[in-house]
T-cell receptor, first 112, second 116 residues
């Protein structure tokens, strides 16, 4: 089915390990986004991308790396996971400015 | 910098009662405004959006919101709440970056509980 998917849906990892969260959309939207959701903070933007090979930092980028070699994929990598990165991560996509964003189902990440 | 304030962290209403969720924003230009809903364990679903034109916008599930520029507000309303409306609601403002991209700034959310 068309849409935006995230994998894995749940992940438990240890402090110091590298982990990659995947995001895939089938709409060919130009824009893609990564957010983290934490109690008391709402959603905060980590990174976003306006097109393939164009990425930029959001509000809370430290400790995260992104890439976008293909329009449909926007993986988020935690290079050395820390407990403070325990969160629910949402990917979103959008056709462009003045359009709404469409959200994936989220990935619940626990760092032990 | 742009920001969104949702003053009410948690609201409880009875089924059938009316609902108003408050949202205030800070943004220097004409804002794009959104309301999203998140059911437990789910992603975010768009309820409605304001880009321009009529300041009263209709959304899905019987929700509406009114943009009031003078009050920097975009409050969400529903005349009669159903038990299935229990969820968390997020207001967001769309901000244009220097590069011409758009990013959303979210409020911290209002959790709605509906009593039978």
């Amino acid at each position: 089915d068309a849409g935006i998917t995230q994998s894995p849906r749940y992940k438990i990892t240890e402090t110091g390990r590298q982990v990659t969260l995947m995001c895939h959309q089938t709409w060919s939207h130009s824009y893609m986004f990564w957010y983290r959701q934490d109690l008391g903070h709402g959603l905060r933007l980590i990174y976003y991308s306006a097109a393939a090979d164009i990425t930029d930092k959001g509000e809370v980028p430290d400790g995260y790396v992104v890439s976008r070699s293909k329009t449909e994929n926007f993986p988020l990598t935690l290079e050395s996971a820390t407990r403070s990165q325990t969160s629910v991560y949402f990917c979103a996509s959008s056709p462009g400015p003045d359009h709404e964003q469409y959200f994936g189902p989220g990935t619940r990440l626990t760092v032990t | 910098a742009q920001s969104v304030t949702q003053p009410d962290i948690h609201i409880t209403v009875s089924e059938g009662a009316s609902l108003e969720l408050r949202c205030n924003y800070s943004y220097g230009a004409t804002p794009y405004l959104f309301w999203y809903v998140q059911s437990p364990g789910q992603g975010l679903q768009l309820l409605l959006k304001y880009f321009s034109g009529d300041t009263l916008v209709q959304g899905i599930k019987g929700f509406e919101a009114e943009f009031k520029r003078s009050q920097s507000s975009f409050n969400l309303r529903k005349p009669s709440v159903h038990w299935s409306d229990a969820a968390e609601y997020f207001c967001a403002v769309g901000a244009i970056t220097q590069g011409g991209s758009e990013k959303l700034v979210f409020g911290k959310g209002t959790k709605l509980t509906v009593n039978p």
